[in-house]
């Protein structure tokens, strides 16, 4: 899989191409209207109430995701498109990425509008893309490391190396499953014939140090705050609560239905064949793309048999795999593969994009356009949309009691509370506050001393936490958040006097700790 050399390219715009560029026009158009139509998630109020934290990283994740939210809003406001813009350009500056990537190995065209086509066919990336998550600033950065090193494969110019450090300083400022491409990067340096250029030359060990370096805000804070997220996120890597399919059949059910039906094991085809020619062969890129995807899945593949693996985790890794299918259709025929195998496997991943691009075009109507709820209370979207009638009642609540704060026990709560309240006035989370160190003052002025409205989904409203406080609780109200006619959550609603709650307690404290006890670990989607 050497980068092909000129004489191969075929005409700039094949016909696929020529159909490739309004199709990403139109569904460019589509992420945008999600972006705006559809309710923040709680996750995505959680990470926008980051942003406007000047702090160098957070316990629950680095930074990244903050800054992409920032520029949005810098650009946008506090809206959803400003919260979520900073996904619609990741996913354009992937699929760029994937076109250069495809184009230089193959100068096939046909190959470069699949290669941006296949993203759109699945359903995390043709739509969810304008979901703000982690793994969205990841994605870019993770493809332009590939990029880099691709492009060192090609040139031979081992400077390519530095712009590889850059990337992947990038992505691990975004998530630390940044760390799972670390083998696809060993292979790559160590399989092939050149391993010895590459371990006696100085710029591999360059790029390591620059990714040390951009990587270091997380580091700095961390050595501040004794290791904070670190242990945070080794709770998800050492959990096992003994073997369950049910977490296993998520799993899998996951990646069809956010990968796609046709497209998940098309890609896994692609992969599997592009390992084979990689290492059969020695070959530097094949080996690295599909190192990059196989890898981490199958170490997703055998924790999902303990653990719940989270919809997001896995999705850094896909884009990669999407480059590999699509070179694979012009390095088939180019190895004298059986005429049989190159039509089935052009006619499947042609299938792929069409059927997945009609779903993800579906399932943008059902959210957009359609008044019913077919999934219940299981819906994804549904399990977190109309939090803002929880939030009018808050407002008239704050106005008839006269109290002038609000307090949250979970973090979903308080961020959504954040959102719709635009710092009218000061949401606190009392408890977990490990979650907000070397966050700015919300007003400890409008709150000590003053009446605060307690807002808590039942019955997690009944936290024995309250107990070891001084706090005066009156119950004033019950409120439903329902969504198309189905009752999604009741939350409760009662006045707290003659309490004020420590905004940084000591860490050995209940009200400094995050939930890591007797399997409440419940952090952030992404």
């Known amino acids: ?275 084979w020619r990689g290492y059969r062969a020695r070959e530097p890129v094949a080996i690295l793309l599909s190192t990059a995807v196989l890898v981490p899945f199958v170490y997703f593949f055998f924790k999902s048999l303990t653990l719940r693996i989270g919809d997001t985790w896995p999705m850094f890794m896909w884009p990669i795999g999407f480059a590999a299918v699509a070179i694979n259709l012009v390095m088939l025929p180019r190895e004298g593969a059986s005429p049989r195998l190159i039509r089935s496997t052009m006619m499947w991943t042609r299938t792929a994009v069409v059927t997945g691009i009609a779903f993800v075009v579906l399932v943008f109507l059902y959210y957009v356009a359609a008044p019913w709820n077919f999934i219940g209370r299981t819906d994804p979207i549904g399990q977190e949309a109309g939090f803002e009638a929880v939030a009018a009642r808050v407002e008239a609540q704050l106005a008839s009691t006269g109290a002038t704060w609000v307090a949250a026990t979970d973090y979903r709560t308080y961020a959504m509370l954040r959102w719709f309240l635009r710092g009218r006035v000061p949401v606190i989370e009392v408890n977990e506050r490990g979650r907000f160190q070397g966050f700015a003052d919300p007003g400890i002025d409008r709150i000590k001393g003053h009446a605060g409205l307690y807002v808590a989904r039942e019955p997690d409203q009944r936290l024995p936490l309250w107990e070891l406080t001084s706090a005066k609780r009156e119950p004033l109200e019950r409120v439903e958040r329902i969504w198309r006619g189905t009752l999604m959550d009741t939350y409760a609603l009662e006045k707290i006097t003659g309490w004020t709650p420590e905004l940084s307690p000591p860490p050995d404290t209940p009200f400094f700790r995050w939930r890591v006890l007797a399997g409440s670990f419940h952090p952030p989607a992404g």
């Open 1 to 275: 899989m050497t980068p092909a050399p000129p004489e191969l390219r075929r005409s700039d715009f094949s016909p696929t191409l020529r159909v490739a560029i309004p199709v990403i026009a139109a569904m460019t158009a589509l992420r945008i209207a999600y972006a705006c139509l559809i309710d923040l998630r709680t996750d995505e109020a959680y990470y926008w109430t980051w942003s406007k934290e000047h702090v160098l990283s957070f316990l629950d994740h680095p930074p990244m995701i903050a800054w992409f939210i920032r520029f949005g809003t810098a650009i946008f406001g506090d809206t959803n498109l400003g919260v979520r813009f900073g996904g619609i350009v990741a996913m354009l500056v992937t699929q760029l990425l994937l076109a250069d990537i495809v184009r230089r190995v193959t100068r096939d065209m046909t190959a470069v509008a699949f290669a941006v086509l296949l993203p759109e066919a699945a359903l995390y990336y043709g739509l969810l893309m304008a979901k703000v998550a982690p793994d969205v600033a990841l994605i870019p950065f993770a493809v332009a490391m590939m990029w880099s090193l691709m492009r060192l494969a090609e040139s031979k110019d081992q400077r390519w190396w530095l712009a590889a450090g850059l990337f992947g300083g990038l992505s691990l400022l975004s998530k630390f499953t940044a760390t799972m491409l670390l083998p696809a990067l060993l292979a790559f340096t160590l399989v092939p014939d050149w391993r010895l250029r590459q371990l006696r030359s100085p710029y591999p060990w360059l790029a390591a140090l620059i990714a040390l370096v951009v990587f270091s805000p997380v580091l700095i804070w961390n050595y501040q705050h004794e290791w904070a997220t670190f242990r945070f996120q080794s709770v998800r890597a050492t959990a096992s609560y003994g073997v369950s399919l049910r977490t296993f059949g998520d799993f899998i059910g996951l990646q069809w239905g956010l990968v796609g039906f046709v497209l998940f094991p098309v890609a896994l085809a692609g992969l599997t064949l592009t390992a």
